[in-house]
């Protein structure tokens, strides 16, 4: 079955830098594009970050770009998010999505915690 593995959320202090990243399974995870979101307390799940099957394009959210990076290795069945200049708006779970046979799948997110 469908399986994403996040990791690398932490505490980390306002500016600092975090690269998370999700492992993917039971899917051609070479041929899927890979999407970040992120959901804070009391907020809506909020589009990150989208790379394509090759990693040759990427998209951001506006409140991202310019300091988050989205990569992939597929020979690893991973996908990472470097997070530079974090701010504490940055706070949140975040969790990669996966779109398999029509059905969306999620992993179980990772906390991401931008605090001094």
């Known amino acids: 079955q469908v399986q994403l593995v996040e990791s690398g959320g932490d505490l980390v202090q306002p500016g600092g830098s975090l690269r998370l990243s999700c492992a993917g399974s039971?899917?051609?995870?070479?041929?899927?594009?890979m999407r970040w979101y992120r959901q804070a307390p009391g907020k809506e799940r909020e589009f990150v970050a989208w790379?394509?099957?090759?990693?040759?394009?990427?998209s951001y959210g506006d409140s991202v770009k310019g300091r988050f990076t989205i990569s992939r290795d597929n020979a690893k069945n991973t996908v990472y998010l470097q997070m530079n200049s974090l701010k504490v708006e940055d706070t949140a779970a975040y969790y990669c999505?996966?779109?398999?046979?029509?059905?969306?799948?999620w992993g179980q997110g990772t906390q991401v915690t931008v605090s001094s």
């Open positions: 039971g899917f051609t995870f070479s041929s899927r594009i």
């Open positions: 999505k996966v779109q398999v046979g029509g059905d969306d799948y």
């Open positions: 790379i394509s099957v090759s990693g040759a394009s990427t």
